[in-house]
């Protein structure tokens, strides 16, 4: 056995019932002659073809000069066959008997349509490759004329090149900015942003006090927080009472925490009071023994 010879056969390209039988022949080859003969019965084992489709195979194989008859099988006697034959050693077997490697018709009409559908396998996938290497080009290309886009920002004032005023009368100066290679630096005016986590509470509804002055966002929304409603679903989940300081410090974590937009800020407070009852619940009873905590000191220190 040479597995050098096993692991080319494994190599080629052919196919799989065929290229089993080859891989039984290179098993049973010897390592410095490459002669095998391993019968009929064990290409059958390695192939699980019949042995009419085995003998075809064979004829194929010699056909493609992938193997050679070195003799014929006889009463007793295996078939002999070299492994991967070198030119020389096929004109010196055909010298000797030309009937030992000569094929079928049908086995080299076999022979010419496997190459063709190999040859057309070979073509669609070069191209596949072909088109998917346009595309990764493509991508490449428009990737580099975005960033090609997004050129530098240069406020140097080397790049800033004052002229001599065109319109002295009305003190007019017209500037000329050399900005080769590079964009002009652009301002933007600051923009409330309503999405943000840091935005600001909106104005407490006090019937009893003034309303004070809106927030940015109270005139972004052009809506106010209705803080009895929040006391009122704080003050389901406990027994004790729930000041306006709660309920407006419950809306500050709560409106704290969404990352979005809110269309009504109220409505939203509640069903997340209503959805985290348990969480609020929990809230609710250590503020009421930080206040408890806070009242029993300040009692002791009177004392």
């Known amino acids: 056995m040479s597995i050098q010879h096993l692991e080319a056969a494994a190599e080629v390209d052919l196919h799989a019932t065929s290229k089993l039988v080859l891989m039984a022949l290179a098993d049973d080859a ?56 070198t030119a020389e050693e096929i004109e010196a077997l055909d010298a000797k008997d030309p009937e030992l490697n000569r094929v079928s018709a049908a086995a080299m009409q076999r ?12 073509r669609i996938e070069a191209e596949k490759e072909a088109q998917a290497a346009a595309k990764r080009a493509a991508k490449a290309a428009e990737r580099d004329a975005r960033r090609a886009a997004k050129a530098p920002v240069d406020n140097s004032e080397a790049w800033v090149q004052p002229i001599a005023p065109t319109n002295a009368a009305k003190g007019a100066i017209e500037v000329e900015k050399v900005t080769t290679g590079c964009t ?58 729930v000041t306006r300081a709660d309920a407006t410090e419950a809306a500050h974590r709560i409106l704290g925490r969404s990352s979005r937009t809110v269309g009504n800020e109220t409505s939203y ?23 408890d905590q806070i009242a029993a000191e300040l009692d002791g220190r009177r004392f």
């Open 184 to 241: 002009p630096p652009v301002i933007t005016p600051r923009l409330v942003n309503q999405s943000s986590r840091t935005t600001h509470l909106p104005a407490v509804l006090d019937d009893d006090k003034e309303a004070s002055a809106p927030t940015p966002l109270e005139v972004a929304t052009g809506r106010q927080l209705n803080i009895p409603a929040v006391v009122e679903a704080l003050q389901k989940l406990t027994d004790e009472t």
């Open 30 to 85: 010897n390592k410095m002659t490459r002669e095998a003969w391993p019968g009929v019965e064990k290409m059958m084992m390695w192939s699980g073809a019949r042995e009419r489709r085995v003998l075809g195979i064979l004829e194929e194989l010699i056909a493609e000069q992938y193997i050679a008859r070195k003799s014929f099988g006889r009463p007793g006697f295996r078939a002999v066959y070299i492994v991967f034959p």
């Open 269 to 291: 407070v509640c069903q997340a009071i209503a959805n985290d009852s348990f969480e609020w619940q929990s809230w609710l009873i250590d503020r009421s023994m930080r206040r």
């Open 111 to 122: 022979v010419h349509a496997q190459n063709a559908a190999r040859a057309e396998r070979d």
